[in-house]
């Protein structure tokens, strides 16, 4: 359940873009679920995660600037400000010997140092490499790129992130302890 919630602007945002071909009404609906989700996750829980408040600033911001606007560049550059940010945090903290992935999976996964090396260097290219390629589907941030840059967020970026994290959960399986019977 918690996939399709972190998923569900996305599709919201696709679905009024489609049904209105408007980015800035799309991103009304994907800016108002996505405070919608952050006060339901702090109203249940008392706390965000730091990519929890990444995240909403980043669409509060980035989503407020199109509307304000009227300029989809702003919403079409957020995921690669998200991303880029994000692979940016962890390599700074990976080249500070902390672990990212580590600090916030611990207490939930008992893995091997180098496998965590691995993940975290993995999600490290993986976030870069969505940044890029969101980039170039987006780039040159004209009107006739909208659509095919809409159809690419649930398309073609929903599978690629969900294809990736399918693999790291078979990497991670791999490495977990094995339970003595």
Do not use: C
């Amino acid at each position: 359940m918690k996939a399709f919630s972190d998923f569900a602007a996305v599709i919201l945002f696709f679905i009024v873009y489609a049904a209105t071909q408007d980015m800035v009404a799309a991103t009304v609906a994907a800016v108002a679920i996505g405070i919608l989700q952050a006060a339901y996750t702090y109203y249940k829980q008392r706390r965000l995660e730091p990519m929890q408040w990444l995240s909403l600033i980043l669409v509060v911001g980035f989503g407020g600037l199109t509307i304000l606007l009227g300029d989809a560049r702003f919403i079409m550059l957020k995921t690669t400000a998200l991303t880029w940010t994000m692979a940016v945090l962890m390599l700074a903290m990976q080249l500070r010997g902390k672990n990212g992935l580590r600090l916030l999976l611990q207490k939930e996964l008992s893995l091997p140092d180098e496998a965590w090396q691995r993940l975290g260097y993995a999600w490290i290219a993986f976030f870069a490499f969505s940044g890029a390629l969101n980039l170039f589907v987006a780039y040159p941030f004209t009107p006739e790129r909208q659509a095919a840059w809409a159809n690419f967020k649930v398309f073609g970026y929903l599978p690629i992130s969900i294809a990736f994290s399918v693999a790291q959960a078979v990497y991670i399986f791999k490495h977990l302890p094995k339970e003595k019977e």
